[in-house]
């Protein structure tokens, strides 16, 4: 381990605790902008069935891509994908604003 590593290993370990255990329920319900919940159904960090479609049914301005055989880095590696949808759904928000 090189000098430093430990570190950050504790801050990656001690944000997937506190992330993991903190319950998000009332935070999303209150959320009315319009929002994008994107999620990798491979996702072996975040399992898709825990995370995606429960935040999803709580958001009250939702649209969902769920992507079939994504991992949890899918921004990496599907950068092109899903940097598509990404601008697909800001500019669809620019377009329903004007």
């Known amino acids: 381990m090189?000098?430093?590593d430990d570190g950050r290993v504790k801050a990656q370990y001690d944000c997937i605790k506190?992330?993991?255990?903190?319950?998000f329920t009332e935070d999303l319900k209150q959320i009315d902008v319009p929002t994008l919940v994107m999620h990798g159904e491979d996702d072996q960090i975040v399992p898709f069935a825990d995370a995606g479609?429960?935040?999803a049914k709580l958001?009250?301005?939702v649209t969902?891509?769920?992507y079939p055989g994504f991992p949890h880095g899918m921004p990496t590696t599907h950068q092109d994908?899903?940097?598509a949808d990404l601008l697909t759904f800001?500019?669809?928000?620019?377009?329903a604003a004007a």
């Open 81 to 83: 994908q899903i940097n």
């Open 59 to 61: 958001l009250k301005n």
């Open 18 to 23: 506190a992330f993991s255990e903190t319950d």
């Open 90 to 95: 800001i500019a669809g928000q620019k377009s």
């Open 53 to 55: 479609p429960l935040s």
């Open 2 to 4: 090189a000098a430093g």
């Open 64 to 66: 969902t891509k769920f």
